[in-house]
């Protein structure tokens, strides 16, 4: 069965980074899209960017030269990581995957249990 | 400012039906069916609910339904439970430089 497993929480400073991880398992890595959403105490969900099945990035215009999505397919295993944190940032982070069918579908099906980072001084 | 709008809340009885409304406040939801639905319940993450407006992934119960009316997307709830008492969001395919925009979220309350 599909799964996402995402690294745990962290507390962070204002000015670091955050680097969290998405071990998918029970479906090929490689055929489909994997998102980053996360979500502010009380708020809403936002979209952050995606890695494309062929391994290409498209990050939110908010977050364009902040964020890298990166992905390791021999422990197929997504990651993302937030520079120059803000109080701003802090949020819970979700990896989800583009499904139902591989390749573009324009839902999200499956979500990883989600990481919250709290920044502060 | 969401370009998607939904309403803050919503609420019904057990056995009502009630509907969620999503308006792209440009052409998103008026020029494509990539509108996908999704119910979060308080520190969990969201699940599928429909996606392609109308399609309902396998496992998601046949009392969720999806439509469209111009730009604006619905989701209707028929034979509400205790347990829909959850928050829900709609997600447009913009096709835009960001693909992707969410509603801002809907809390339904089961009286």
């Known amino acids: 069965q599909v799964q996402l497993v995402q690294s745990g929480a962290e507390a962070k400073v204002p000015g670091a980074s955050v680097k969290f991880s998405c071990k998918a398992s029970g479906y090929a890595l490689t055929s489909y899209f994997m998102h980053w959403v996360r979500q502010g105490p009380g708020q809403g969900l936002e979209w952050m960017g995606a890695v494309y099945p062929a391994g290409e990035t498209s990050y939110a215009q908010k977050f364009q030269g902040r964020v890298t999505m990166t992905r390791d397919t021999s422990t197929t295993t997504v990651y993302m990581e937030l520079r120059s944190l803000t109080s701003e940032d802090t949020a819970v982070y979700f990896c989800?995957?583009?499904?139902?069918?591989?390749?573009?579908?324009?839902?999200?099906?499956?979500w990883g249990q989600g990481a919250l980072v709290t920044v502060s001084p | 400012q969401s370009a998607l709008t939904q309403p803050a809340s919503v609420s019904g009885s057990p056995g009502q039906s009630i509907t969620i409304s999503c308006t792209g406040t440009i052409s998103y939801v008026r020029g494509y069916n990539r509108v996908s639905w999704y119910q979060q319940h308080p520190g969990k993450a969201p699940i599928l609910l429909i996606y392609?407006?109308?399609k309902r992934p396998s496992g998601v119960s046949d009392r969720f339904s999806g439509s469209k009316s111009g730009n604006t997307a619905s989701l209707t709830i028929s034979g509400l439970q205790a347990a829909d008492e959850a928050d829900y969001y709609c997600?447009?395919?913009?096709?835009?430089?960001?693909?992707?925009?969410f509603g801002g979220g809907t809390h339904l309350t089961v009286l």
């Open positions: 989800a995957r583009e499904g139902p069918g591989s390749g573009s579908s324009y839902a999200f099906d499956y």
């Open positions: 997600i447009s395919f913009t096709g835009s430089s960001t693909p992707y925009f």
């Open positions: 392609d407006l109308t």
